[in-house]
């Protein structure tokens, strides 16, 4: 008898220290849902890393995951930190949800890592809720939701976003810091920066006015936009500057740069026949560089731009003329020489 009840309690004994170490007692990473970005605050901060050392090096090195096939055939490279349990549906369902998101081929080259909020703050920094590092396309986000109440999916669409920037041209300058092209010009970001309202790049005391931060919060309302849940059209919460929030023309003009992203200057000819001077007036839809470039020319001819609603001349040479057009939807580029003759140029406009 004694012998059966002293096998008894070492079997309960076994029993109550199984329940302790089961799975179902150890924290997990939660799946990702498209739910999770109409739920919550948007109240985090995150950072963009910059230096020599990459994200991919300081990863845990027990990570599970890799190349994970979403339901649409295409295939992400993610990651999850061995702190928490080996679960494939965890990146399964990561997967699915990033490939609903607006996207275009950047999103095969990115790297998400998945962790908790004790590491994402030790790889991004005190008090971050994700980090973005454009050296090697990767990113930090935590595997629950934050303790105010903010989901992982927030953080992740917009630390996204940082990655469509990365990865689409604003010559000359920097998407990430500024943004996209057709979205930048929409907000007037070159005119807010010589107005000392925005600061590219401010990732410290002026992050909330930093347009790289903004861009990446406009990617995310434009996704919440694309779920269609009723409530978009409410001002909703962003961790910017109030004078960011896009409207319906700022996100028509970012989900255009992340679909049919800008390529580059558009260039044309203009050849022609002066006495002493010719002009002719360009639209210049979007800000960036513009430049001229006389070929062919009589003699002592020059070229200048001219903007044609002040008559105020922007910029000359003797051969070529360039400048940033920065607001200014039009430009006139003026032709003349001292003698009468044919001449050609050649122009580039954003």
């Keep these: 008898m004694r012998r059966l009840l002293l096998l008894g309690l070492i079997g309960l004994g076994v029993a109550a220290g199984t329940a302790v170490a089961t799975p179902a007692s150890v924290h997990r990473a939660a799946r990702f849902r498209l739910s999770g970005l109409a739920s919550g605050p948007a109240a985090f901060h995150d950072t963009i890393l910059s230096g020599p050392r990459r994200l991919q090096d300081v990863r845990r090195a027990g990570e599970w995951g890799g190349s994970i096939t979403a339901n649409d055939g295409e295939v992400l490279k993610l990651f999850v930190s061995d702190t928490y349990p080996v679960d494939a549906t965890v990146t399964q369902s990561l997967a699915d949800f990033m ?8 999103i095969a080259k990115v790297v ?15 008090g971050a809720g994700g980090c973005y590092d454009p050296s090697d396309e990767s990113i930090v986000v935590p595997g629950d939701v934050l303790p105010n109440g903010t989901t ?11 990655n469509v920037a990365r990865n689409r041209d604003n010559a000359p300058w920097s998407a990430v810091d500024w943004g996209t092209k ?8 070159c005119a807010r920066t010589a107005a000392g309202t925005a600061f590219p790049g401010d990732e410290a005391a002026n992050y909330q006015l930093n347009p790289g931060e903004a861009f990446a919060e406009s990617y995310r309302i434009l996704n919440f936009q694309k779920q269609a849940w009723p409530t978009w059209t409410v001002l909703a919460p962003i961790v910017v500057d109030q004078s960011f929030y896009p409207t319906a023309a700022h996100l028509e003009a970012l989900k255009e740069d992340v679909l049919v992203p800008w390529t580059g200057p558009t260039a044309a000819t203009w050849r022609g026949r002066l006495a002493r001077i010719a002009r002719r007036i360009v639209q210049t839809p979007l800000d960036g560089s513009f430049s001229v470039k006389l070929g062919s020319a009589p003699a002592g001819a020059s070229v200048s731009l001219v903007d044609p609603r002040s008559g105020k001349v922007v910029a000359r040479g003797a051969r070529r003329a360039s400048t940033v057009v920065c607001g200014r939807r039009s430009l006139a580029i003026v ?8 001449f050609s140029a050649r122009y580039a406009a954003p």
């Design 335 to 342: 032709v003349r020489a001292t003698k009468p003759g044919t």
């Design 99 to 106: 490939v609903q998101l607006y996207h275009g081929d950047e």
């Design 182 to 189: 057709r979205w930048a010009t929409a907000e007037n970001i």
């Design 152 to 162: 992982k999916e927030t953080i992740l669409v917009h630390e996204l976003g940082h």
């Design 112 to 126: 998400v890592y998945v962790a908790p909020l004790e590491e994402v703050q030790s790889i991004c920094g005190a």
